[in-house]
């Protein structure tokens, strides 16, 4: 499965960006082969709108299956559903923790988006 983690760094021990949208980076991880892959999201840092639609469409390029994340508004949510993606929101932590909770159940997908739109 892959798992893509909103991330303020490049590594598993970064801290979860709680902006899915404007999240700094991406962290791809493949649990079949326990390998990660940071793709940056500098695009959608500082666009003036759209970057949750944005960032939703990377991630279905990527070929993510669930996004874990602090928050997502709810044209990112849409669009991530459209794609089939679960989203795990409230995440706190590292990508490494992120991770776990999500594989050990403490984590779960969510059926809406948890703030407004425009959130930064």
């Known amino acids: 499965m892959k798992i893509i983690v909103s991330a303020s760094g490049q590594t598993l021990g970064a801290q979860i960006d709680p902006r899915f949208g404007r999240a700094a980076f991406f962290i791809a991880v493949d649990t079949d ?7 940056d999201n500098v ?4 666009a ?3 970057a949750g639609i944005q960032s939703a469409e990377t991630v279905s390029r990527i070929g993510g299956e669930v996004v874990i994340t602090g928050h997502c508004g709810p044209k990112a949510f849409k669009t991530l559903s459209a794609a089939g ?5 409230g995440a706190q932590g590292t990508v490494a923790d992120a991770i776990a909770a999500f594989k050990s159940g403490a984590l779960v997908p969510t059926d809406a988006a948890n703030v407004e739109g425009h959130w930064v």
């Open 48 to 50: 003036a709108q759209g």
């Open 43 to 46: 695009q959608n840092l500082n």
């Open 85 to 89: 993606i679960k989203v795990v929101v």
């Open 33 to 39: 082969t326990n390998t990660f892959v940071a793709h």
